[in-house]
């Protein structure tokens, strides 16, 4: 078994300090201009497509350089900074109180505060405006999705309110908490992780005890992985240096699923640094897949077809291996899904797919 260091202090403990003094700077912030008898304003960084950039060294998308002022001084920018003023000010005390609520019950909450969000989607992007002003993430700020969370099955002993190990909860595994930061890792004994696309091939998985085949901790991503799911990836990669492996359907659906998961997404250009995992390998399934197993396909669509074509235009997609499996996807004009491998029956996909797919990994190494 491998031990996890223990820090002098808790992962928990140092995201929970660090958040809190932001939100308590932002409020001094406001007090001191105050003070000073000047206008407050607040700095927020631009969303906007034009401020989202791909970094090359980094490897993900980043935001630039770019901020508009939120000042009591516009009239129409006073309902807006009040907005995040009192959502600051929820989070600040969902942080004190280590307590979380969901986007949605924000949203009922704000009823009462007297400047309340004509619908959810226009709270969502107050929330998101606070994120990324205050460099800080939702989870960090008390502020949890309505999604369930994908599972882990796996022999990785965390802390999580109680101590648990992911291979002895059932066979459902552990499910990914919406706080996983502040989960604590204690134990591990694995030295990769599996992540697949749909639960169907979770389960298979684990009935077939590929955790222990392939010593490995196996991640149902239920998807299109959600924000928890994919910084319990990054969390296990860059602090147990677990390498990662993502098996997706055969499809430019499933393709962006696993790109999203290494390199991010646009619209959280401002967390990726918390959730991409750059080094995370795509293993299948392939066009080239596809043609070697002979797998049973569906024709694409058009809107498959179209996708297909703006992939091969995103920097995300720059390299030899996604363009060539792109244009070879576009050329034999099929798809396929993980499950197709059951063709050759229920175990195959364990006892020859990702043996193959391994080595063949270990050898570009």
Known sequence: MTKVKQKAKSHKEERKEYTYNKLKGLGQEIIEEIEKQKVPSLKVPSRGTGNIVYDDA?????????????????????????????????????VAREKTATIREMYYVSEGWGISFKNQQESNIVGEDLEVTLGTTRED???????????VYGDITLYDEVELNAASVGKSGYTISPTIDQVEFLDYNVDKVLAVETMGMFHRLVQENAHKRFNCLIVGLKGQAARATRRFIKRVNEELGL?????????????????????????LA?????????????????????????????????????????LSKDPRYKTDFWQTE???????????????????????????????KFEEMENQA
Request: hydrophobic share 35%.
């Open 58 to 94: 980094k490897r993900y998308y980043v935001l630039g350089d770019r901020y508009g002022r939120r000042s009591l001084g516009n009239v129409k920018q006073i309902r807006k900074l009040g907005q995040m003023v009192y959502v600051a000010n929820f989070c600040k005390d969902l």
């Open 141 to 151: 700020l008390g502020l949890m999705p309505e999604e369930d969370g994908a599972s």
């Open 243 to 267: 390498p990662v492996y993502i098996c997706n359907d055969g499809d430019p659906w499933g393709f962006h699923i696993a790109q999203v998961i290494i390199s991010g997404s646009a619209k």
């Open 270 to 310: 401002h967390v990726n640094h918390d959730l991409a995992t750059p080094d995370a390998k795509f293993i299948g399934v392939t066009a080239s897949d596809i043609i070697n197993y002979d797998l049973p396909t569906d024709k694409l669509k058009d809107v498959d077809v179209m996708r297909l074509k703006e």
């Open 326 to 356: 792109i244009k070879k996807m576009l050329k034999i004009g099929k798809k396929a899904e993980q499950q197709s491998f059951s063709k050759y029956g229920l175990e195959y996909v364990v006892d020859t797919y990702f043996p193959a």
